[in-house]
Every structure is written in structure tokens, then in C-alpha cells.
């Protein structure tokens, strides 16, 4: 979808494909419900924005302040959700949803990271794959206030919007056509994250523990 849509876009369209309150919106929907592949949109609108010849500098600026913005406010979102459910009786299905995709193995390492670095934690939280979530799990079971992990998540959006924001300008430097960007952007965004869960499969694998 991505891709098709890239492959129609002229440099003067820049403003249509770069979908400004699209890409909010998914940023956000993603950050609630990590099935959106928010990288990859940052990244493939990056790469638009980037050719557009006479305004790409201000595109990217743009770019750059919705992804971060919408991923802070899903973030901040769900952690508000999760504290919720830490306050009721009953929980939350949002709470619930969250500690579902935090293995035991990572919520440790999280908690444990969290006792060391505090907050710093939740900016390598955010560039790292599937990091995010047992991150925020330890914080909401440490009872961390609000207004505290907004302060740690705001640098986190920050870095990660700008990290997948170079990665779409790193594409479309390299090709004339947004659409060839765009394929580069998206494989790079899907290795960086498929790289890491597949490396420690393999390293469980290899171990003699695992044989």
C-alpha cells in the first residue's frame, strides 16, 4: 500500500502523499496498538517529503514534528490507559493488552534497566525493537507519576522520530523516483526490526541450554 501509493506521487503532490493528519493518526493508532508499522510510514513520508524540490527542507520539519508528536501522544495515551487499569480492581483491558506483550524475560531486564538509568531508559526503550512496551510495563508497575514519564518519553519520540526520518532521507537520496526510496526506507525499517528477535532466537538455539 505504501509502495502503490509512493509510486503515483510527482514532487508536486508533496503535500498529498505526505498525508500530514494520516500519518498522525496512525502514529497514534500504532502507538496504542503496535500493529501499524509507524516506522515504515515515518520513514516512506520522509522520503516523499524529501523530494519535494522547492519546500523539502520545510516538509521534513513537518515531517519530523507530527511523527514525534503523535507517537508521544499514543505513548502518554496508553500509559494513562495502563494506570487505570493499575487502579481498579478489576484492571484493564488496556492494562491486560500491555503486559501480554511483555515476556517475563524482558519485563525483568526493563525493571532492571529502570532501577538503574531511571527514565534514560525509555529513549533506548523507543529505538529498540518490541523495547518500548516492557518498559512501560516497569514503569507503571514502579507506580512512576505521569508527569515523570512524560518528561523521560518526550526525548524517546524525539529520537525515534528523528532515527526513522533519516532512514527515509538516507532512501530517497539515493533514487530519483520517491517509490524506489520508499522501497529502501520500508526493508530497512523491516531488518531493523526483525534483526534483533532474530538474533536472540538464534543465540537461544545455539546455546547449549537450548539443545
Known sequence: MILSAAAQVSPDSTQQAVAYPSLFLLVVVGALVPVVPTGALVSSAAVVALH???????????????????????????????????????????????????????????????????????????????????????????????RRFARGNLPACLAWALTYQLIGILGGALFNEPWQGVALAVGLTVVISVAPPL??????NSSPSGV
Open 52 to 146: 519535494q524540490t522547492d519546500t523539502s527542507p520545510f516538509a521534513l520539519l513537518v515531517v519530523f514534528g507530527v511523527a514525534s508528536l503523535a507517537a508521544f501522544a499514543g505513548d502518554m495515551g496508553l500509559y494513562w490507559l495502563g494506570r487505570r487499569g493499575m487502579r481498579s480492581k478489576n484492571g484493564s483491558r488496556w492494562l491486560e493488552a500491555i503486559r501480554d506483550r511483555a515476556p517475563e524475560e524482558r519485563l525483568r531486564q526493563a525493571q532492571g534497566k529502570l532501577d538503574d538509568h531511571g527514565v534514560l531508559v525509555l529513549v533506548l526503550s523507543r529505538l529498540v525493537p518490541a523495547g518500548r512496551i516492557p518498559v512501560m510495563l516497569a514503569c507503571l508497575l514502579a507506580k512512576m507519576p505521569v
Open 199 to 204: 538474533w536472540r532466537r538464534l543465540r537461544r
